[in-house]
């Protein structure tokens, strides 16, 4: 097997990088470069040279971690460099030249910790997040996820489940055994179990997804030509991201703004004016966009003062643009009035719009989801939902196997013995 | 030397089942057994089929086997388990005739074509160049062959207990193969040991039935076979007793001198069929345990108390019996005891039920650690088809998850092996709404006719039923209106909507004879059961098409036997462990191997892809 490293502490210009090399080639390449390794697990510098003709390449802080008990699961060395591109760049060149030792692939270190029983699916899942985590609450909530948070709860509900199973395969395999109830009373109890198992599911699902807090909350800022949503924009922002004339149709295609605050990640996106009627195709391919940007948002900024328009899952602040101009003191009571040019409004506009991300984003103290483990968890709460619907046992049973079949997904994990386990372990069964 | 395609050691269910297939695809084929009296012995309770395991026996059946035709030849009581449920779940069930089942079996193997029987001792395997070359017997004879089939049941280091006594030996009165073990062992198959029991057998005229709830036959006329028609001998009822307090209390001052609880018998035994000492012990608050008895024949006396196994000294077991109701005057004819013996690790067998190790021999039945005899007839088909198609060049006989209980049973042996003797049950099979113990020949009898199994008979019922079933079906492409449907007496809501006889059935207050109140006279009633099971659970079955199709895709990937998991990448010692052990032979297969990751597959996916390439 290849020997793979790669910087793991961001790209540099940076103060430090930190280099890891993971694999069974790990330990002799990094004593190729740095001579007799201090113990393991203890930090030691050293002068790295270049193996080939003893050119030195950095002195750097190293650490050397024995297989199986490591983050990978395999051999892994860190070399703690100095931050310089030049210096990263040539002590890359000489690991590449030992032998099998090549660049990481994105995300290879996270599959191989997988492939080697160190991490479950939604812990590898939760670490990426981690590693992406921009934000503190996005760091709160990704750790939660690496540290089994999603895998403890699974695990809780898949139990309920697997005794529900227990219980009708019960029914079912073993009916003419006097232990186990096979009679309406026993039918309804699987049934209201299952009902409210799906029910919890349901409520946790209806949670807002783990992805607004990694990717920030998508606020589109719509309007007619000319309302200002450029120049808002760039307010919010607090940088010219955007380019800013008196003349209409300035902005043609949407313009995205990553904006960090307050531990809050936002992306901002400014849309083309939403002109009547226009003959230029440009135009009118900039409106299309600027109608899906729409129908995509988490949050609307509506710059027009026509009545605001609705959309299924897209909550909307109605602003009152260019209070400053004449004729347009009068901010209508449900709208925020502003004025970048006097600055008037803006403050008032974010706190608003933080008010509005406590319920875009998952609680702190919250199962953070994400999609993938949403929609099989989705699966699982439907089935839970149609197994309450059944009379007939055989078809609940049927919907459980979903279920089961969705959960086991999620950690990665299936079997019909966790069934036969509960089963037995409850019910005196046999002849 | 006597030249055969196929010898069969051991005339149990799996032998039997698996000489008659073999024989039946043409091979030269031989069958072993001690003693040739005792060909289709049942060895433990007087009962074929039940849940899951009735599944298996019309399995068998659909591929033209012997048990389910034995069961009906012999059956005193039929008993259809979980009638008020759907079909699938529906296990047909009957006592047999101990006697007169065997001497069915035997009839059935005297009258097959291509086989003999033959009465003897296996002393040794002959191997050419690490392939089957026959089999030495005890007496000198030499019996050629290129492929065995050891369906030895407990006869592998076979050791009885019954209290704190021990004796060499499979069931009473025989003989242990112990030499053969030896040499099993010597090949280095991976061995274990698992424990079983079996009850008292009780004297039917010190039974005080009168005292007692009878459990009478069915009085509809369905069959195991589906080649029989209606009740061959007169039928008789079973009682139903339960143990007291006082049972409980005999039970419990006997523990200590129990070989289950002595620590005498490590081995585990089957969770679902513990021995009565074990149900007080583990279940001390239930106040009492069933137990039916269950008459052991039409001219026995002989009653077997299904629900006391039992492996205490025969003086507890004597106070035992006789502090259940009914049965206080009872006289045990022979005692219960427990037995432990070897198995051969099941993950050492391919889906051929052939042993990776050696070329040529196969295993079928408890030696591959499984319990009942549905279970080692449904593998003897297999083992038998499988070891006739080495033997002869014709094409193996695979059965996958999606087509039958067998093809479930086989797979969960050689993936998961076993930690307790395998019995089926619904649950294991996740197919569980297609594979219907009344579909069976519709499921299965284009296999059995492409691999050669059926004979003449069988042939030409199939075809006539085969006709049948498309007429049935152009009858249920019938659409028919609400007003229709209402005016025969069918509970519908007057929507308007036109619906096909098949989409009708599928609503609750609708029967058949409300939407095709004639011209349904001539149909089988089995059939018809069968397309009206169908409709009703269309909806359901569709929406598994999804998953059969990804299993069977993924089964598509072939990895070879000899896969190196070591040598894959990125797998950890754990997969590469439970992989070699499993030795998958596709990536579906893989995939279902417990504790296998997505990872894993993943990674065995790619690297299969490098192999072949």
Redesign the interface.
């Known amino acids: 097997?290849?020997t793979i490293f790669a910087v793991s502490s961001g790209q540099p210009p940076a103060a430090i990088a930190l280099l890891r090399v993971s694999g069974p080639g790990a330990v002799a390449a990094a004593e190729a470069l740095a001579g007799e390794l201090p113990p393991p697990r203890r930090a030691g510098l050293r002068a790295l040279r270049d193996p080939a003709d003893g050119g030195l390449l950095d002195r750097a802080l190293l650490l050397w971690f024995p297989a199986?008990h490591t983050a990978t699961?395999e051999d892994l060395v860190e070399l703690h460099l100095h931050g310089g591109r030049a210096v990263v760049r040539a002590v890359e060149a000489c690991l590449a030249r030992q032998p099998r030792l090549r660049p990481a692939e994105a995300g290879e270190f996270t599959?191989?910790a997988?492939?080697?029983?160190r991490l479950?699916?939604s812990e590898a899942e939760g670490l990426g997040d981690l590693l992406m985590a921009e934000t503190e609450a996005q760091r709160r909530a990704a750790l939660a996820t690496a540290e089994g948070a999603v895998r403890r709860q699974v695990e809780g509900w898949q139990d309920r489940l697997l005794m529900l199973a227990a219980h009708v395969?019960a029914m079912?395999?073993?009916?003419?055994?006097?232990?186990v109830a096979d009679d309406f009373g026993a039918l309804e109890n699987i049934r209201s179990g299952c009902e409210a198992l799906g029910a919890e599911l349901a409520e946790v699902l209806a949670a807002p997804p783990v992805e607004r807090l990694r990717d920030g909350i998508r606020v589109v800022l719509a309007g007619p030509p000319n309302s200002g949503k450029s120049t808002l924009l760039n307010a919010l922002a607090d940088r010219e991201a955007a380019i800013v004339s008196p003349i209409a149709g300035t902005t043609r295609d949407r313009i995205e703004a990553p904006v960090v605050r307050n531990g809050i990640a936002w992306v901002l996106t400014d849309t083309a004016g939403l002109a009547e009627n226009t003959d230029d195709p440009i135009e009118r391919i900039g409106i299309a966009r600027a109608e899906e940007a729409m129908q995509r948002a988490d949050l609307l900024l509506w710059l027009a003062d026509d009545p605001a328009p609705e959309i299924e899952g897209v909550q909307v602040l109605a602003l009152h643009p260019r209070a400053d101009l004449p004729g347009r003191g009068a901010v209508p009571s449900d709208r925020i009035g502003l004025s970048v040019a006097q600055g008037w409004g803006i403050v008032e506009l974010w706190s608003e719009m933080e008010r509005m991300a406590r319920g875009l984003l998952p609680r702190e103290d919250m199962l953070a989801l994400n999609r993938r483990q949403q929609d099989l968890l989705h699966d699982a709460a439907c089935a839970l939902a149609d197994a309450a619907a059944h009379h007939?046992?055989?078809?609940i049973?049927?919907e459980l196997?979903r279920a089961r079949a969705a959960f086991d997904?999620v950690t990665?994990?299936a079997?019909?013995?966790g069934?036969?386990d509960a089963?037995?372990g409850r019910f005196?069964?046999?002849? | 030397m006597s030249p055969f395609d196929v010898i069969v050691v051991g005339g149990g269910h799996a032998g039997t089942e698996a000489a008659a297939a073999a024989a039946r695809r043409g091979a030269r084929t031989a069958l072993l057994s001690f003693d040739l009296a005792k060909l289709g012995a049942m060895s433990c309770n007087p009962a074929i089929g039940g849940l899951g395991k009735g599944h298996i026996v019309r399995e068998v059946d659909a591929f033209d086997g012997l048990i389910a035709r034995a069961a009906d030849r012999a059956a005193i009581h039929y008993r259809m388990l979980n009638r008020s449920k759907g079909a699938a779940v529906q296990g047909p069930r009957v006592q047999a005739d101990r006697v007169r089942y065997a001497a069915a079996i035997q009839a059935m193997l005297r009258g097959q074509p291509g086989l003999t029987l033959i009465e003897g001792e296996a002393e040794q395997l002959l191997v050419q160049q690490g392939s089957v070359a026959g089999l030495l017997l005890a007496d000198g004879t030499r019996l050629s062959a290129r492929a065995v089939v050891l369906a030895t049941g407990t006869f592998l280091g076979g050791r009885i207990f019954r209290g704190e006594d021990r004796e060499e030996g499979g069931r009473v009165g025989e003989r242990a193969a112990t030499v053969m073990g030896v040499q099993l062992r010597d090949l280095g198959l991976p061995m274990a040991r698992l424990k079983t029991g079996t009850p008292p057998r009780l004297d039917g005229r010190t039974i005080d039935w009168a005292a007692l709830d009878e459990q009478p036959s069915d009085a509809e006329p369905w069959t195991m076979s589906a080649m029989q028609s209606g009740r061959v001998l007169p039928q008789l009822f079973c009682a139903v007793s339960r143990t007291t307090e006082a049972t409980h209390a005999i039970i419990r001052s006997g523990l200590d001198r129990s070989p289950l609880f002595s620590g005498a018998i490590g081995a585990p035994g089957p969770r679902y069929c513990p021995s009565i000492e074990d149900k007080v012990h583990r279940f001390g608050d239930r106040d009492g345990h069933q137990i039916f008895l269950e008459p052991e024949g039409l001219d026995t006396p002989l009653v077997y108390p299904n629900g006391i196994s039992t492996s205490l000294p025969v003086d507890v077991q004597e106070a035992m019996v006789r502090s259940i109701p009914g049965l206080s005057r009872t006289r045990i004819v022979t005692p219960g005891y427990a037995v432990e013996y070897d198995y051969v690790d099941p993950r050492s067998l391919n889906p051929r039920l052939a042993l990776g190790a050696m070329p040529g021999l196969f295993c079928a039945g408890q030696i591959n650690g499984t319990t009942g005899y549905e279970e080692a007839a449904g593998q003897g088909l297999v083992a038998g088809a499988n070891a006739a198609a080495f033997a002869c060049d014709l094409a193996p006989l695979l059965l996958d998850r999606a087509s039958s209980y067998i093809g479930v049973m086989v797979d969960d042996l050689v993936l998961q092996g076993v930690s307790e003797p395998y019995r089926m049950l619904t649950a294991r099979a996740e197919y569980r709404l297609t594979l219907r113990a009344d579909n069976a020949p519709t499921r299965l009898s284009a296999r059995a006719e492409e691999a050669g199994l059926l004979g003449p008979e069988r042939l030409a019922w199939v075809r006539a039923r085969a006709a049948a079933r498309i007429g049935l079906e152009q009858r249920f492409d019938t659409r028919l209106s609400a007003s229709m449907v209402a005016a025969n007496g069918g509970q519908v809501s007057q929507d308007g909507a036109v619906r096909s006889v098949r989409e009708w059935l599928r609503f609750p207050g609708v029967a058949l004879e409300q939407l095709l109140p004639e011209g349904l006279e001539d149909v089988p009633a089995a059939l018809l059961a069968e397309a009206v099971e169908d409709a009703r659970y269309a909806p359901y079955t569709e929406r598994q098409q999804a998953e059969l199709a990804e299993m069977r895709a993924n089964d598509h990937i072939r990895l070879p036997e000899d896969f190196g998991y070591s040598a894959v990448p990125g797998l950890s010692a754990e997969m590469v462990q439970r992989l070699s052990t499993a030795r998958p032979t596709t990536l579906g297969a893989a995939s279902r191997v417990r504790g296998v990751t997505p990872a894993a597959l993943a990674a065995v996916l790619v690297h299969a892809r490098k192999v072949v390439a």
């Open positions: 097997m290849d199986p699961g599959r191989r997988l492939a080697n029983g479950d699916l395969e079912l395999d073993h009916a003419d055994e006097e232990d007939d046992p055989l078809l049973a049927e196997r997904r990665g994990r079997d019909v013995e069934v036969l089963l037995f005196c069964i046999g002849k």
